[in-house]
DNA sequence: GCTGTACTTGAGTGGTTGTTCAATATAAGG
DNA sequence: CCTTATATTGAACAACCACTCAAGTACAGC
């Protein structure tokens, strides 16, 4: 055969995803990944493509890994709606763990890319339609079982628990303190087990 | 005296406004500000200093004009939390009209930035810390006129709310329609009203 | 109409951008 | 040990970046 490559694929996305997460797509630059993925362009480019492949590549990879933490809480806990709030209670210690930026990298994407960076802009798109559908379905589940009013609409309830958490992990990436952001999520998980029927799955 | 200028300079600076707000910072460069201000180089730079020193100009305008309309929506309502929900159903209409993007300028810049840029930053942050003040107030006055249960915090109602404008404006500008960006603020504003003490201000 | 002054111009600055590709290095097979 | 196949290198490229400044231009007062 022939030479053997000395860089893992995945550990070089992964580096990428967290300089592209932290900086966004425009601040970084070529140079930057080259000494972020210790490689040279060429090898770059054989590897990945173009800035841009390399870019969505790196969305796939944080919405798959961000998809399987949001599932991983969720099996965690004994119906939809109690998973669903003890995942925006995880949110609110966005400032405790050290982290590329506080932001979803989806929704960062999705204010900073335009009509040139069409492609990256759709995949940013498509990646936040699928966890909203992630959402929805939970929302649903809860109706099933009894957890959840009949006469509520999980579309509605769905995009709503969307803009709960972009709103949440903007505010993060504000100048404030852990515990405001904390405050912020059990405000918000408070709200959403709200939604709750009494009596039906636990007791008040 | 001398030659008189050519250019407005409000003019100006609400156009480089539109296409910041539209582009992003990283993403306008001086050859899109010539052609929308229709002004060489050197006359950017004397009337403005610096693209950053353009761009801060441009933020702090933005938050300007915004506030004034917020305070133009609370003053046609008769109390604090009915002026609130107004303000909220009337971002469910930002599919509606012509902007340069749906989501908050102040926002796109606090996830754009970053540490080489850290006085726009910061200028964007002061501006969010303003808004968050404006809305902290109201509920304060909500709470003073017996409207708002005087257990809740307005502080954290304020984080809320500012959270809330985030999130659906965010949300906004992903690819859905007109009609789903109202429901959501429609939602927001709902529960925001539920807030209200039953039977002091208006009755159910 | 001349002069002084301030505004405007646009070619030019040095540096950076994303990208390419011929040359080189490194492995396995014969 | 030589060939073959692939991985890697890094200099070079054209295009673009934010920015500067000497020259040109238009106006008010004289």
Redesign the interface.
């Known amino acids: 055969m022939a030479r053997a490559m000395i860089h893992n694929r995945q550990d070089s996305l992964e580096r990428a995803l967290q300089l592209f997460w932290?900086?966004?797509f425009?601040?970084t630059s070529l140079k930057d990944l080259e000494k972020a993925l210790d490689m040279r362009p060429g090898s770059i480019y054989a590897t990945f493509g173009s800035k841009d492949g390399l870019f969505q590549e790196s969305l796939e990879r944080y919405a798959r890994l961000g998809l399987a933490e949001f599932e991983r809480t969720l099996s965690a806990y004994p119906s939809p709606l109690a998973g669903l709030a003890a995942y925006l209670r995880g949110l609110g210690g966005l400032r405790d763990r050290e982290l590329p930026?506080r932001?979803c990298m989806l929704?960062?994407s999705?204010?900073?890319l335009?009509q040139?960076e069409q492609a990256a802009w759709r995949k940013a798109?498509d990646l936040?339609?699928g966890m909203e559908d992630r959402f929805i379905d939970r929302f649903d589940a809860a109706q099933k079982i009894g957890e959840l009013d009949s006469r509520l609409d999980p579309v509605?309830l769905g995009?709503?628990l969307?803009?709960?958490?972009?709103?949440?992990r903007?505010?993060a990436?504000?100048?404030v303190d852990s515990a405001?952001v904390h405050?912020?999520a059990e405000?918000?998980a408070l709200?959403l087990e709200a939604l709750r029927k009494d009596g039906v799955i636990g007791k008040r």
Chains 1, 2 share one sequence.
């Open positions: 932290k900086k966004g425009h601040a930026s932001a929704v960062k999705l204010l900073e335009g040139r798109e936040l339609a509605r995009r709503r969307q803009a709960d958490v972009m709103g949440l903007a505010f990436q504000r100048d405001t405050a912020l405000d918000m709200s």
